[in-house]
């Protein structure tokens, strides 16, 4: 079966599968508050057209996925879901991303169901600060959250931190030094301008705060890429601890994309900051055969742009990063 390789000849192997749109939480880069704008529950793929998309996606060499959301943990009964897509022929890997609020109770049952690593966004370790960033008083249950996660074997978990100047840049150390203890992995994200909740985020370059915590922490670049994602890591010599930076907006890496995302509604969008897409929806109700999904799915590629235009055309972009799926 031929891979799936775009226009511009990246080979797409990984999806991002977001399986709510809602949250519990309302981080000011991304959800706006009292937002109601979800996506009714009748037009939510289940878990059999999940199951039977991701499949022939899986068969066609997309051999990796990603749960997110909105919140994923949202979903009901999503160790069942993640346990029937581990189980897929050609997936090779299994992911999450979750803000962690409800992670204290979910994360036996997660790793037991074939969820392979876990990334959580964690973006101030002042408990007053992520209140004001996330606009709910949740700190403590995402720890709690963490801790879980640690103690069920995830290893090594991720961090995901947004870093925003003049709201919690000063505290970029203190979660180098966090994760440092904890054997987490720190990723330090650069603002996006999704909607207006992300552009209206004081952007922050990394590029400058990666030099700095280079000499600080006599960290090192590595000379192959850490996981096969967009973030690019610095090291300690030892190998054992590392800071990732994701900079989608002072240095791209569209040329190197190898994902697309499906939405909860079966859209899937070829690109974070473009209007692209291709609906799932109606061909899984409409009684299409899987040959006829594998078809459309090549038809989707071929209409995946070469790049954002986060920089030239910041306006451009409606949808918050919880619709597409982050
Ligand atoms: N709720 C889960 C979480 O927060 O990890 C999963 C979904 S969330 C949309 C996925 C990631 O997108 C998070 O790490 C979040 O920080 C990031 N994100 C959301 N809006 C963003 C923006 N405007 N720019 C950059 N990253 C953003
Ligand atoms: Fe929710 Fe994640 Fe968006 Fe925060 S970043 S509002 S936790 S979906």
Redesign the pocket.
């Known amino acids: 079966m031929s891979k799936l390789i775009d226009r511009f000849g990246r080979h797409i192997d990984y999806l991002r599968l977001s399986l709510t749109d809602r949250?519990?939480?309302?981080?000011s880069?991304?959800?706006p508050k009292g937002f109601r704008d979800f996506e009714e529950p009748e037009h939510w793929l289940t878990f059999d057209e999940l199951e039977r998309l991701i499949g022939i996606f899986a068969r066609i060499g997309v051999g990796r996925v990603r749960i997110t959301?909105?919140?994923p943990l949202l979903r009901r009964n999503l160790p069942e879901l993640a346990g029937r897509l581990s189980a897929l022929p050609g997936l090779r890997d299994l992911s999450l991303s979750t803000?962690a609020t409800q992670l204290d109770r979910h994360a036996d049952a997660l790793k037991q169901a074939g969820i392979s690593r876990i990334n959580v966004?964690l973006d101030s370790l002042k408990a007053e600060r992520f209140a004001k960033i996330?606009?709910r008083d949740s700190y403590s249950k995402v720890m709690s959250g963490l801790l879980a996660a640690k103690s069920a074997g995830f290893a090594p978990i991720k961090i995901n931190m947004v870093a925003m100047k003049g709201e919690n840049d000063d505290e970029i150390d203190n979660m180098v030094e966090f994760c440092h203890e904890h054997g987490f992995i720190l990723r330090l994200i650069e603002a996006m301008p999704m909607g207006d909740t992300g552009r209206n985020t004081q952007y922050l370059d990394l590029q400058p705060i990666a030099d700095r915590l280079k000499h600080k922490y006599g960290l090192i670049e590595h000379s192959t890429p850490l996981g096969a994602g967009p973030a690019r890591y610095l090291g300690s010599a030892d190998g054992q601890f590392n800071v990732g930076f994701i900079t989608p907006i002072s240095q791209h890496f569209c040329a190197t994309c190898n994902r697309v995302r499906l939405s909860v509604d079966g859209t899937l969008y070829m690109c974070l900051g473009q209007e692209e897409r291709y609906e799932f929806r109606p061909l899984l109700r409409g009684g299409a055969r899987d040959a006829e999904i594998e078809a459309a799915i090549r038809d989707a590629i071929e209409l995946k742009p070469e790049r954002h235009e986060f920089r030239e055309q910041p306006l451009k972009l409606v949808r918050?990063?919880?619709m597409t799926g982050?």
């Open positions: 949250c519990d939480l309302r981080c880069y991304c959800m959301g909105g919140e803000n966004s996330c606009g918050f990063m919880s982050g």
